[in-house]
């Protein structure tokens, strides 16, 4: 093995903008590509998921070591939490909405 492809996703509430979803892959190909032991493949807006708008984020560790993957795993972790926080991008946890209709009895 000479490198370590990596791919993760992250999942955003539905409550986030539209302009701020546009955004996400531009911050986090921001935040990978200066990595000189790293080839950014790609950021992709992928699904909706159950309970957030998931992203794919896909890049090459140019290394069979595995500290330096966690290491280079645990740096991008680290930038993408301060970004989101900086934008007000949240990111998404299981949750659940439920809607009560109030019914009227007649006395």
């Known amino acids: 093995m000479e490198a370590r492809r990596v791919s993760f996703t992250i999942g955003v509430t539905y409550q986030t903008p539209l302009e701020q ?62 970004t989101f926080e900086k934008e007000h991008i949240e990111l998404a946890y299981p949750t659940q909405t439920i809607f009560l209709n109030e019914t009227k009895r007649n006395s």
């Open 21 to 82: 979803l546009k955004k996400i892959p531009i911050l986090v190909k921001g935040i990978i590509e200066p990595f000189d032991h790293v080839d950014f493949s790609r950021v992709h807006f992928k699904e909706f998921g159950q309970f957030s708008l998931n992203f794919e984020i896909v890049y090459t560790v140019k290394s069979p070591d595995y500290a330096k993957y966690l290491d280079t795993q645990q740096a991008i972790n680290f930038a993408i939490l301060e």
